[in-house]
């Protein structure tokens, strides 16, 4: 029998993120007898995800973080790390900020590389101008090149590359077995944190500038005069945290606010709220958005982000006009359609997006 092909997955942290939960379902999906992942990070602080991935039989290498003044450092330690493992034929890159540092050491080392796109934007500001220089050389340093959509690999790469035959679309699939609505599951958790009627809305994602998470605060803060039995949740870790807290402390809400940091259990918070939040600043086709619409939930999303993430007509997309969303978390919420088959049909489904992966893997080493 031959031997699995052997990945390296460029992840960065090990948190429970849209791209880092969506990469490592599709590892423990493919057939391991084909393909064997292994995961680079560099933030060994975020390791949300060190038990599934240490279970599913693979390894973690933690590998110097960029500064932006250690350039010399990268390359050595990428060089000796590849120099020792030898056994590597891949490397998928889903961090893509100083991903053009490693790559072509990759490459001399005879590894097939590819990177890949999962957003639509850096944001604005200093940091996003110099994330900007830093990535556009990606289009010439790897051999392949993925994104969760074609405007994703337009925004990374540009048209030439997504035109080209190097460039795939990765649906940002996902266990629609997890996510499909349970009434016992809705029933359970919200006894488990003392709800009853009330009107339950829930934002997942990072706290941060870019997932708009004071606007999500202010939204509700809003709202609740109108209903003040409703709940917010908010999933995530991120720099905002302390900032939330402060507000929410500000604004009295204490009792209808709930920060929860990132855990196993999305699929069951999510069928236990009625309207999912994402009033991001810019967003690629949002992995959280897609498990979101699995349970059946009425999603409410700003006009900034893909709109493409609409596979079964749950979704909303809004001007971040506060008001405009006050105004749409008031409307009655329909009851849970069953949407497996959409989102299956669409091709985001873990199971046959990991048969492609696993099929294309194969495809460029053999």
Not at 81 to 98: G, K, M, N, T, V
Not at 232 to 259: A, P, S, T
Request: glycine share 6%; aromatic share 10%.
């Amino acid at each position: 029998m031959n031997e699995p092909v052997k990945v390296l997955e460029m992840i960065a942290s090990l948190t429970y993120g849209g791209s880092q939960a969506m990469i490592v379902n599709l590892c423990r999906s493919m057939d391991a007898d084909k393909v064997h992942c292994d995961f680079i990070i560099d933030h060994p602080e975020l390791s949300g995800m060190k038990e599934i991935i240490e279970g599913m039989g693979s390894k973690i290498y933690v590998l110097p973080t960029f500064t932006g003044a250690n350039v010399k450092e990268i390359k050595k330690a990428w060089d000796q790390f590849l120099s020792e493992h030898q056994d590597y034929q891949i490397l998928h890159s889903h961090s893509r900020s100083y991903a053009s540092i490693y790559l072509p050491i990759a490459r001399k080392h005879g590894l097939k590389t590819i990177i890949h796109s999962h957003n639509t934007s850096n944001g604005k500001g200093f940091k996003a101008l110099v994330k900007n220089v830093l990535q556009y050389p990606l289009r010439y340093r790897a051999d392949y090149f993925f994104g969760c959509s074609k405007e994703a690999g337009e925004w990374l790469f540009g048209d030439k590359i997504v035109n080209s035959d190097r460039f795939y679309v990765l649906n940002n699939a996902i266990d629609t077995d997890r996510f499909s609505f349970d009434e016992k599951i809705r029933e359970e958790y919200r006894k488990m944190f003392g709800l009853h009627d009330e009107k339950v809305f829930i934002q997942v994602g990072r706290l941060s500038k870019q997932k708009n998470s004071l606007f999500t605060l202010e939204i509700f803060a809003r709202y609740l005069k109108d209903d003040p039995l409703s709940r917010l949740f908010m999933v995530g870790n991120g720099e905002l945290r302390g900032e939330l807290d402060k507000k929410i402390e500000e604004q009295g809400i204490g009792d209808h606010v709930r920060v929860l940091e990132y855990r196993n259990d999305v699929q069951k918070l999510l069928q236990m709220a009625d309207c999912f939040l994402m009033p991001s600043l810019f967003e690629g086709l949002s992995v959280a958005a897609v498990e979101a619409q699995a349970t059946g939930i009425r999603c409410l999303l700003s006009d900034r982000c893909d709109s493409n993430v609409n596979i079964t007509g749950l979704c909303e997309f809004l001007p971040l006009k506060e008001e405009t969303w006050v105004a749409k978390m008031k409307e009655e919420v329909a009851l849970r359609p069953y949407v497996k088959e959409a989102i299956v049909k669409a091709g985001f489904d873990v199971k046959s997006t990991a048969r492609w992966l696993e099929e294309f893997y194969g495809s460029i080493v053999g």
